[in-house]
């Protein structure tokens, strides 16, 4: 048993460094990535200069509206390139767990989408004039970990699917999008009570948590079945 488990991990690494050092020489994901996020912050800073007072009550949509699009370009990008260039096709002829390779490549999404927003959102902070409260920094950091559990987990078992298919580009944000509305909203509001502490706020962590859950272990499962196709 702790064979099967230590060959798994094993598995699960190597293919998860091969990732990273493929997107070390490309560069492609994390420069578009962070491109498009830093655009749209910017686009919405200088939109609400001129119309809201309170940016704490718009700043929170707009950050998690710049993850979002940023991740999904993302995430659109390894699987395509991957199918493009054989690799999957490659990898699927090794004897290698399906769920493996669906755990490195959630953790490879996760990981790149994670330096992006971690370099964001100083930035973001400082376009929006935010202040966050002691321990806010650490606080707003594992809300945009949670946050981007779920929208990984769920975008790394759609992109198998659209990266097989035409106009991906379009079925991908099709398929996410309602998927991770819940923990959008739940993430959005955890940002916002941050920001502006509100009473009898309603159990938003514990929803992201158990959305989290259910969307990791269903996507894992999927995964094996949908890869194939």
Request: hydrophobic letters at 60%.
């Amino acid at each position: 048993m702790m064979s099967e488990i230590k060959a798994f991990w094993l598995q699960v690494s190597a293919i998860l460094w091969k990732d990273i050092l493929s997107e070390l020489r490309s560069k492609q994901t994390w420069l578009s990535m962070g491109l498009f996020a830093l655009l749209v912050l910017v686009i919405f800073n200088f939109t609400f200069d001129l119309r809201v007072e309170n940016k704490a009550a718009v700043a929170p949509g707009v950050l998690w509206v710049s993850f979002i699009f940023a991740s999904l370009l993302g995430l659109e990008r390894t699987m395509s390139s991957e199918r493009e260039q054989g690799s999957l096709d490659r990898l699927l002829l090794c004897p290698v767990d399906r769920k493996a390779i669906y755990l490195a490549k959630f953790l490879g999404n996760l990981l790149f989408i994670g330096v992006v927003e971690i370099v964001a959102l100083p930035i973001y902070l400082a376009l929006f004039n935010l202040h966050l409260p002691g321990g806010g920094p650490i606080v707003l950091i594992e809300i945009v970990l949670l946050g981007t559990i779920g929208i990984a987990s769920v975008g790394t078992l759609f992109s198998a699917i659209a990266s097989s298919g035409r106009g991906r580009e379009m079925l991908l944000p099709i398929l996410v999008f309602p998927l991770i509305v819940p923990v959008v909203i739940g993430a959005i509001r955890l940002t916002e009570n941050l920001l502006m502490p509100q009473v009898n706020e309603p159990p938003w962590l514990g929803l992201i948590i158990v959305f989290d859950v259910i969307f990791l272990g269903v996507s894992m499962l999927a995964f094996q079945f949908v890869i194939e196709e």
